[in-house]
């Protein structure tokens, strides 16, 4: 019989593999900079992509690119994953509905954000209007996919089971519907999260004046390939961040999911 690990084994026991696999990538990434394989030019060592960041974290360029983006990719995220839970919690409770919506957002799915971006600039302008908007149409397709097949899956007997009982259309929502599609709602967030950064480089590419895929485009047309991986390294790390927040969030809220 396995005795229950402490709070603080089961975070090194989660940590331990996740910190060996960065420290694997490390030192593999630093011996092919090493190597002479790759031009130095244009594959720095970790040491370099570190001193690239901490420069850009002394000169505030970092800071302001980050607020820009997570100012974006946050209001873009809210508004997608809104609009997107809303409309799959309506079209995998109501049949007729889904028939009518779906084929839309089959449609609309395999168009990907990047594609809409002469079109938002034609449209809105190369404002933050046209950025956020991009960044929701994004999520949108992609929280509405998990929630609507979560919330498609509840076994109709438990909706039927609490509707003979009297329960009224709001407390079936609350006390049914919500809690059982939950798990797939926390997923819909965790992966709308992921997305809205990817829609966010395609946004900011678009044309933009400050924020992380700002900078890279920059930085490549004068290739400082330090500051393009110091870039990629922040997108990397802030997705991971926010995916933390969300399953730190799910683990508290919606413990009865697995993941």
Not at 104 to 122: E, K, Q
Not at 203 to 223: H, I, K, N, P, T
């Amino acid at each position: 019989m396995h005795a229950t690990p402490s709070p603080p084994g089961r975070a090194v026991s989660r940590l331990g593999p996740a910190l060996g696999a960065a420290g694997a990538v490390l030192a593999l990434w630093y011996l092919l900079a090493r190597s002479g394989a790759v031009s130095p030019g244009l594959l720095p060592t970790p040491g370099e992509t570190a001193a690239a960041l901490a420069d850009s974290a002394r000169s505030g360029m970092l800071a302001a690119d980050l607020g820009a983006s997570l100012a974006r990719a946050g209001q873009g995220f809210a508004l997608g994953s809104l609009v997107g839970s809303a409309l799959g919690f309506a079209t995998g409770y109501l049949p007729r509905l889904s028939a009518a919506v779906s084929p839309v957002i089959s449609f609309l799915r395999p168009i990907p954000a990047i594609a809409l971006v002469p079109l938002a600039t034609a449209w809105f302008g190369i404002g933050e209007t046209a950025k956020r908007l991009l960044i929701a149409y994004a999520v949108l397709l992609a929280v509405w996919l998990y929630v609507h097949d979560g919330v498609s899956r509840v076994p109709a007997t438990h909706l039927r089971a609490a509707r003979s009982l009297g329960a009224p259309l709001h407390r079936r929502f609350t006390e049914v519907l919500l809690p059982a599609a939950a798990p797939a709602l926390l997923a819909a967030l965790r992966y709308g999260a992921s997305v809205a950064l990817l829609a966010l480089v395609a946004a900011e590419l678009g044309g933009a004046d400050s924020g992380l895929a700002y900078r890279l485009q920059v930085d490549g047309q004068f290739l400082r390939v330090d500051r393009m991986f110091a870039g990629l390294l922040v997108l990397g790390l802030l997705g991971v961040a926010v995916d933390l927040v969300l399953a730190a969030i799910g683990r508290r809220f919606v413990h009865w999911s697995a993941s």
